[in-house]
């Protein structure tokens, strides 16, 4: 492994290099990640959303756009029964929803993946949530299983 120590760094015309010189926070740049993994017990006979799963997370720039995506394990109990999720930004819910169909009667379970790219315009803390709910039939839809929601601030 190699070592360079330098003093300070100039760019030919004997000018400080910007971040995006040394291709840091240029637009495209993964600048942060964090992620959860929980096994919870989300279930609801609700058309109301109920909390699956959520992390926050404090965007470095106004410009950042924060890339979501979770894999949230449904399951519902009876036919024709629809499972919906839905990304929420601090309780706002985003554009983006995602359902799942059980259309046959018994146990079924899915791994439903949830994704969205968002602007939040912010450098304060912004927690991002995945919430379900029942959207059509009636019946329990749960997730006992691991849930997995990983935000990506990308430099924008």
């Known amino acids: 492994m190699s070592t360079i120590k330098v003093d300070a760094i100039q760019k ?3 000018s400080v290099p910007k971040a995006g010189d040394l291709g840091l926070n240029i637009t495209g740049t993964v600048l942060q990640a964090v992620t959860v993994a929980e096994s919870n ?3 609801t006979t609700s058309g109301t959303y109920a909390d699956v799963i959520s992390k926050a997370i404090t965007p470095s720039s106004t410009s950042s756009k924060i ?3 979770a894999v949230v394990h449904g399951s ?3 036919s024709n029964l629809t499972i919906r999720l839905a990304i929420h930004r601090d309780g706002t819910a985003l554009t983006g929803q995602f ?3 059980a259309a046959s009667a018994g146990f079924i379970a899915q791994a439903i993946p949830c994704i969205e790219l968002d602007s939040p315009a912010t450098t304060s803390e912004v ?3 995945i919430k379900g709910k029942v959207a059509a039939g009636s019946g329990t839809v749960s997730s ?3 849930c997995t929601l990983t935000l990506l601030e ?3």
Request: net charge neutral; hydrophobic share 45%; proline share 0%.
């Open 154 to 156: 990308i430099a924008g």
């Open 67 to 69: 890339l979501i995506m």
């Open 41 to 43: 017990s989300f279930s």
């Open 12 to 14: 030919l015309n004997g």
């Open 76 to 78: 519902a109990q009876v």
């Open 127 to 129: 927690t991002y949530s």
């Open 144 to 146: 006992g299983a691991v």
């Open 99 to 101: 359902n799942n169909y």
